[in-house]
């Protein structure tokens, strides 16, 4: 079984950055894929950035279209830690992030494939 800890979200002002990390434990070998996604208020469940593994040392990221090109999903140590570097921030990014993981081969831009989450982190951008 995996165990998700996010951690870094706040309030930001428009056009600011943020980073959020999220630190994997137990089975991390069971990882196919590990990333982040967001709810906004009265909003579904969307994907933001993820990253799968074809092996420990090969990764390869994937980005909604809302985040491409500010948003850079990163990790540093192989399923253990994965970040997410949040730039040029808009009010719309604003919602709670959720790190999550797959532990099968999927279209990892669907929510639904993600089978294990850890407790979100509030994201704010705000002036």
């Known amino acids: 079984q995996v165990r998700l800890v996010e951690s870094g979200g706040g309030l930001v002002q428009p056009g600011g950055s943020l980073r959020l990390s999220c630190a994997a434990s137990g089975r991390t070998s069971s990882i196919y894929a590990m990333g982040w996604l967001r709810q906004a208020p009265g909003k579904e469940r969307e994907f933001v950035a993820t990253?799968?593994?074809?092996?420990?040392?090969?990764?390869?990221?994937y980005y909604s279209d809302h985040v491409q090109g500010r948003f850079t999903i990163s990790s540093d140590n192989a399923k253990k830690t994965v970040y997410l570097q949040m730039s040029s921030l808009k009010p719309e990014d604003t919602a709670v992030y959720y790190c999550a993981t797959v532990a099968h081969f999927a279209v990892v831009t669907s929510p639904a494939v993600y089978d294990t989450w850890g407790q979100g982190t509030q994201v704010t951008v705000s002036s």
């Open positions: 990253l799968t593994w074809s092996s420990d040392s090969d990764s390869t990221p």
